[in-house]
């Protein structure tokens, strides 16, 4: 569960924040459903004509979500999102970075045992073009998300929000937006993002955004060779020199681990168009869709008659 859907409902953990309080109120304005916030010492006041509840578990049990999203600072992070995944939460989107190792490990520890996915930490969180957002992406903004069939995943924000608004520019709508987060330890891998797009009957087509460091693109990339769907991916870091740490905690390579080439070339032998620029992507996009369509026309009648949301809006 790491697609939003508008049945989906949201608590904000941090809510009564300056952050907190405007991105709820983007959200709403998106049509996310937010059934309130939490803040120990403000519980009992309405904010944004929303209750706030003194933990996640008093919200559960008032106002039932599925979603928690979080606006706490690192030290407090721990405890909100233990708070989160005990209560029952389906979903934790943890946007917070720089938390202590330890304390991620805890959390992530803690939701695999509850069964809670987790997107984050250090994630810009989720959008879904049509239904609602979860996070600080500008999913309220029809000049950079609009409903279509073509899934981004990014570990940056704001390279994902480059992706989508180039994605539109070009007339080619989005079926999800998900933002897996920058730091080394994660919930919600690349590999994870790209199944779950990958099975979902929205999206036709993928856009994968990635960066130097780590080992998610190669990982990612086996994956992808299983794939029917068009895969067009874009590394950050291509002239980043070996050893520099570049952008987000994870981005770091030694030697040949976790460099452009490295990722290129598996992402390239498992069938994924990589781009060198960000503006190469809607003509990647569109090519490549294309192409499935004419595939299309050679299989069965039953198969070709399936439709799905227009890629084009």
């Not at 952050?19 to 959200?27: I, R």
């Not at 080439?261 to 960000?278: I, N």
């Amino acid at each position: 569960m790491i697609i939003y859907r508008k049945a989906h409902r949201v608590l904000v953990q941090g809510m009564t924040g300056k952050q907190g309080t405007f991105w709820t109120e983007k959200m709403i304005e998106c049509g996310t459903t937010v059934v309130g916030g939490v803040n120990p010492k403000r519980a009992g006041e309405i904010v944004l004509g929303l209750p706030i509840f003194a933990s996640a578990a008093e919200a559960m049990r008032k106002a039932p979500y599925e979603v928690a999203v979080m606006f706490i600072p690192p030290s407090m992070a721990k405890e909100a999102a233990l708070d989160a995944i005990t209560a029952g939460a389906k979903l934790l989107v943890v946007l917070t970075e720089h938390i202590p190792a330890q304390d991620v490990m805890a959390i992530l520890l803690a939701a695999r045992r509850k069964g809670t996915d987790v997107v984050g930490p250090n994630t810009a969180g989720l959008v879904t073009p049509g239904e609602g957002f979860v996070g600080i992406m500008p999913g309220h903004n029809p000049n950079v998300f609009r409903p279509g069939a073509v899934g981004v995943i990014s570990r940056s924000g704001s390279l994902g929000t480059l992706v989508a608004l180039n994605l539109t520019r070009a007339g080619i709508g989005q079926s999800a937006f998900i933002g897996i987060g920058g730091d080394p330890m994660i919930g919600t891998s690349t590999r994870d993002a790209l199944q779950a797009l990958d099975e979902d009957e929205e999206t036709e087509a993928v856009v994968l955004v990635g960066e130097i460091g780590g080992a998610m693109e190669e990982k990612a990339a086996d994956y992808a060779a299983r794939m029917k769907k068009p895969v067009v991916a874009f590394i950050a870091g291509r002239a980043s020199p070996p050893g520099k740490k570049m952008g987000h905690a994870g981005a770091i390579v030694t030697g040949n681990a976790g460099s452009y080439a490295s990722k290129r070339t598996a992402l390239e032998q498992a069938g994924v168009f990589v781009v060198e620029t960000p503006r190469e992507i809607p003509d990647a996009v569109s090519r490549r869709l294309a192409g499935r369509a004419a595939a299309k026309t050679n299989e069965p009648v039953g198969d070709a008659a399936k439709t799905s949301r227009s890629t084009f809006g």
